[in-house]
């Protein structure tokens, strides 16, 4: 794991927390995304070298919808950025995680991600991501 490459927030209104994020860091986002295989929109937040994302649901059935109903709006995962996705992947299974993804598929902000279960976490979410250095994944299509 490299550092940490943002925070995820889920919100209800992505409308009402951009106004609300705005004031508290004191700059507007810089983007707002779909990631339609997710069920989410999300928009990014810079604050100093470190980044939040607020993610809202697209879908009554979107993960963001679950987290919201279960626990309310508030922090949702923390991501981290990696070399090789693939590699610390393998790693964390080898150390006993359980990942939410078998392989990494194609997320916001140009990353490809995979998920870690927060039951073998500490309760915490973590998302592992790897910038793309091009716009589409080797062999062009998207893995969902
Ligand atoms: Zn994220």
Request: charged share 25%; glycine share 8%.
């Amino acid at each position: 794991m490299n550092k940490i490459e943002h925070l995820g927030v889920a919100v209800k209104s992505l409308e009402a927390s951009n106004l609300l994020f705005e004031k508290l860091l004191g700059a507007a986002h810089y983007k707002i995304e779909e990631v339609a295989s997710e069920g989410v929109r999300t928009s990014f937040f810079k604050c100093g070298p470190n980044k939040i994302e607020l993610l809202e649901a697209t879908s009554e059935d979107s993960p963001i919808a679950e987290f919201i109903e279960k626990k309310g709006e508030g922090v949702h995962h923390v991501a981290f950025a990696v070399g090789d996705i693939v590699a610390e992947m393998e790693r964390l299974k080898n150390e006993g995680f359980t990942l939410l993804n078998e392989v990494p598929k194609k997320g916001a902000d140009n990353k490809l991600v995979a998920f870690v279960h927060p039951k073998s976490a500490n309760g915490m979410l973590i998302e592992l991501c790897q910038e793309i250095p091009s716009p589409t994944l080797p062999g062009g299509e998207e893995v969902s």
